[in-house]
């Protein structure tokens, strides 16, 4: 099946610095790519997408480009604010086909600093 | 429209109780399925329901029931808790659209065992 491995955290920033958080991934074909955020003591969210190569996802400032060259999915934003303190979540789907399921990365810790 | 809905929010059992964490979706999606969220883990599936009547295991389903009687409700039974099920709990759904894989969360139930 499919996998992903996203970068671990913690990452620490201060407020107006670029970020970038790093997912690669490992599938059959050319399955969606997702970026799910989680704020402090709620569910996940899906913060952007992609669904095929050389696509690029966007949502509040965030972009990631889906570059089946380097099988990676990174998440990046030009500057960071305090409001985009959460945990950070790489996704594809279990299998390439449409099953409902997707595996997620284990989860990157962002903490922006005034 | 309520999304994807979750009781009790929180939650304290002792060892060997059992109950129902309840889930339940207002968009008439097909997916559903329920994960647990551990520091350093990710979400892992637990089980998962591609409709009413059908449901199947995940990657940690030991310890855990469910069933699909209806589109709407998805309930994850503890039938003995033990504290390895300490964890927060969400549900999530999708539909059986070109869209498929993005799934929708429940704001969460945060489980303790004692």
């Known amino acids: 099946g499919n996998s992903v491995t996203q970068m671990e955290g913690p990452v620490t920033l201060s407020e107006e610095a670029f970020l970038t958080i790093n997912c690669t991934y490992t599938?059959?074909?050319?399955?969606?790519l997702f970026w799910y955020v989680q704020y402090p003591g709620e569910g996940l969210q899906l913060l952007l997408k992609?669904?095929?190569?050389?696509d690029k996802g966007s949502n509040k400032g965030f972009e990631a480009t889906y570059r089946k060259e380097t099988t990676s999915f990174h998440l990046e934003k030009g500057s960071v604010q305090v409001s985009d303190s959460a945990v950070y979540f790489c996704?594809?789907?279990?299998?390439?086909?449409?099953?409902?399921?997707?595996?997620f990365g284990q989860g990157t810790t962002l903490q922006v600093k005034p | 429209n309520a999304g994807v809905t979750q009781t009790p929010k929180f939650q304290v059992l002792k060892t060997g109780q059992s109950m129902t964490l309840q889930c339940a979706q207002d968009?008439?999606?097909?997916?559903m399925s329920w994960y647990r969220q551990d520091p350093g883990m990710g979400l892992r599936l637990i089980h998962y329901?591609?409709?009413?009547?059908?449901?199947d295991q995940g990657e940690v389903p030991n310890g855990y029931n469910v069933s699909r009687s209806t589109t709407e409700d998805f309930p994850l039974r503890l039938l003995s808790a033990a504290p390895s099920q300490t964890s927060v709990y969400f549900c999530?759904?999708?539909?059986?659209?070109?869209?498929?894989?993005?799934?929708?969360f429940g704001p969460g139930t945060r489980l303790t065992v004692l």
């Open positions: 999530a759904s999708s539909w059986t659209g070109d869209d498929t894989d993005t799934q929708y």
């Open positions: 599938a059959t074909g050319y399955p969606s």
């Open positions: 992609a669904t095929k190569a050389d």
């Open positions: 996704a594809l789907p279990e299998l390439s086909s449409n099953t409902g399921k997707l595996i």
């Open positions: 968009m008439n999606h097909e997916y």
């Open positions: 329901s591609v409709g009413a009547g059908i449901t």
